[in-house]
Every structure is written in structure tokens, then in C-alpha cells.
């Protein structure tokens, strides 16, 4: 008679990945609501509604809870289908604004940015995993258009990222709403100075 091997599982409990989803969605909430400093360890497992211990088995401690929660911001989709430049500068923009708009991400980088001399590596992660992707992918899709001639050879790739965004950061500290329809309208403000004269 064959003996089957008994299956080996790793030590300690498995991962709950509904409690992984709560309590950095929790950790969002509180950032963007009370500040840094009022989100604890304690404030975030509460609002989670899961145990300290839960939320320090997966973060030692809260710059790490902070840190992991922040840069999941950084999971927008990627454009898909976008046949032109503008198309995917517009899907581009709309994916940066479906990471920061719904966490209100700006009150949660100022938070970061409150604590850049305690906690240097917050904000860093929050650039590089965040801001630089986004910024790297727009410049690069303008560099290519540029290229190609569906763009003015003088256009700065990096100067129009930093309007477009820059029109963002500006809606939001002047308390003027987003509407759903923004990142179609910046980039047609921007494109005009983008196109190319005619030929003579």
C-alpha cells in the first residue's frame, strides 16, 4: 500500500488577506483624516476593527504600517488600448488621480512631509513608488510623441508632466472640486501648445 506524505505547511497562522486590505485601507483613512500623528498603531487596528497584535504581526512598527499603506497608492492600472500619446497621457493622468483622489492623498503626503526629518524614508518610498513612476511613464510617452512628430520638437516632457499634476495639487488646495472629466480637460489645455504648426 503506498504512503502518502503528509503535506507541510508553514509555521504559524496563514495570512488573512481581508485583514491585510482593512488595515492598510484603515491606515489610508486616518492619515488622511487626523494626520500622522494621531495615526497609531492602536488608532488604525480600532478603525480596522482587527487586534493590535494583528496589525503588529505584519508592522513592527508604525513607520512601517505607514509606509506599506502609502505606496499602495502606487498600484494604478497601466493605460491599455490608448492609440495615441494624448490618449495615454489622459489615461495616465486619470490613473493618478484614481491612487490619490479617493485616500485623499495630498493630506497624506503632507503628513509624510511633516515627518521627513523623523521619518525620511516614508516620504522617499512615497516618491519612488508613487510620484517618480508616474512621472517617468508620462514624460516618456510625451519623449516618444515627440519623436514621432505628433509633438512639438521644443516640448519639455518634464515641464508638461509638472503642469498637468500641478493643475491637480491646484483644484485641491483652492477647495475646487475634481470633476470626473479633469484629466480629458488638462491635457486638451496643455495639448494646444503641444501641436505642431502645419507645414508651410
Known sequence: MAITEPTHRAPGRP??????????AATLRLLGREGYDRTSIEAVAAEAQVTRA????????KADMVTAAVCT???AEEPAGCPDARTTVTELLRGFHKCVGPGDGVSIVASLY?????????????????IRPTRLRMAAVLELAREKGEVRADAEPEAVVEMLVGSYLYRTFAGLPIPR????RAVAAVWRGLTPPPPA
Open 73 to 75: 497608492l502606487a498600484e
Open 15 to 24: 495570512r488573512n488577506e481581508d485583514a491585510d486590505r482593512e488595515i492598510v
Open 181 to 184: 472629466d479633469w484629466p480629458a
Open 54 to 61: 494583528t496589525v503588529y504581526r505584519r508592522y513592527p512598527t
Open 114 to 130: 511633516l515627518q521627513r526629518h523623523e521619518h525620511p524614508e516614508m516620504l522617499e518610498s512615497f516618491r519612488e513608488r508613487v
